[in-house]
Nanobody, 131 residues
Framework: QVQLVESGGGLVQTGGSLRLSCAVS????????MAWFRQAPGKEREFVAV??????????AYLDSVKGRFTIYRDNAKNTVYLQMNSLKPEDTAVYYC??????????????????????WGQGTQITVSS
């Protein structure tokens, strides 16, 4: 059974940085499309970033509001995916979830921004950005 465990959340001031980690067990992270979603209070869970399951420099995609500030990357040796978050803003406050998809659909053709594309989820980690 694949399990995803997030860590790295916490409280940070506006303009600060955090790095989230998603450790994968029971499976090989490099074989999954891996993504981060977030859910703020009273809002729907939304896509943040995704990285494909192939390539030395794997393709990635981002929510427009985090482009240039967030970077998703993986360390296959550690079976872990990361989300580096810089220049954080109060509107980034949310519970952040790691997700994995075992779909064989090519990244360029897949609905990678949809929750339904992912079949494994972590428990979430809270990020609070103070103004």
């Amino acid at each position: 059974q694949v399990q995803l465990v997030e860590s790295g959340g916490g409280l940070v001031q506006t303009g600060g940085s955090l790095r989230l980690s998603c450790a994968v067990s029971g499976g090989t992270a490099s074989t999954y499309h891996m993504a981060w979603f977030r859910q703020a209070p009273g809002k729907e869970r939304e896509f943040v970033a995704v990285i494909a399951n192939y390539g030395d420099v794997a393709p990635s995609a981002y929510l427009d509001s985090v482009k240039g500030r967030f970077t998703i990357y993986r360390d296959n040796a550690k079976n872990t995916v990361y989300l580096q978050m810089n220049s954080l803003k109060p509107e980034d406050t949310a519970v952040y979830y790691c997700a994995a998809s075992s779909s064989s659909v090519h990244f360029g053709l897949a609905n990678v921004r949809l929750r339904s594309f992912y079949n494994y989820w972590g428990q979430g980690t809270q990020i609070t950005v103070s103004s």
